[in-house]
């Protein structure tokens, strides 16, 4: 579902994706299904809330993100909203907020080259965010929230 402003471009849509709020910022989760996306999210959540960050969910699975204003506002599908599923668990509720301005997209990948060139930014909307891409053996490692973190540190310095 795609909104669009009189012919112009779209203005918002609905994205199979996961979004948490770190502090103030907000981070989409991209993947193909089983990729990840959801276990990244609660383990970030988990990070930032031991770290003594302001950490909630905002979406799992189905995102609604839409331009407001120039930025990006992610907010969750009403029929999913506070609940993510943990894989061999079910589904789990725990703190959520009903919306976030994008400042970082994590794209979950099988694989990537062993010294990737620097990620293009992810353009979603029209609007050009960081982008961080992680393949599978980093994200089994556990290391993946660590390394997510670092990016959104980098990416708030350039939003301030």
């Known amino acids: 579902m795609t909104a669009r402003a009189a012919g112009g471009p779209a203005t918002s849509a609905t994205l199979h994706a996961t979004c948490v709020v770190i502090r ?3 981070i989409l989760i ?24 302001h950490a909630a969910l905002v979406g799992d699975d189905r995102v609604r993100v839409a331009l407001r204003h120039g930025r990006l506002v992610a907010r969750p599908h009403p029929a999913i909203a506070g609940r993510i599923e943990i894989r061999g668990i079910g589904l789990r509720e725990v703190p959520a907020v009903r919306a976030a301005v994008l400042r970082l997209v994590v794209d979950c990948v099988d694989a990537v080259p062993r010294l990737p060139e620097p990620a293009e930014p992810a353009v979603l909307l029209g609007v050009a965010l960081q982008r961080v ?12 929230p660590a390394h997510v973190l670092a990016a959104l540190a980098v990416a708030s310095r350039s939003h301030s």
């Open 24 to 26: 103030d910022a907000g």
């Open 133 to 144: 891409i992680l393949g599978a053996p980093l994200r089994s490692t556990g290391q993946g």
């Open 30 to 53: 991209r993947g193909e299904a089983g990729s990840g996306k959801s276990t990244l999210a609660f383990g970030l959540l988990d990070r930032a809330s031991r770290d003594g960050l």
